[in-house]
């Protein structure tokens, strides 16, 4: 499975046929999960 980790100042993230799932701890890092 490709994990792509990317960082956003905030929100909710969703791209293409994408799903960021936002992770607990230091700042908000958002990981992209294909499938």
Known sequence: ?????VYYSSGHIIL????YKKLTGIGSCFFKVDG
């Open 1 to 5: 499975m490709l994990i792509e980790a």
């Open 16 to 19: 293409g046929d994408y799903r």
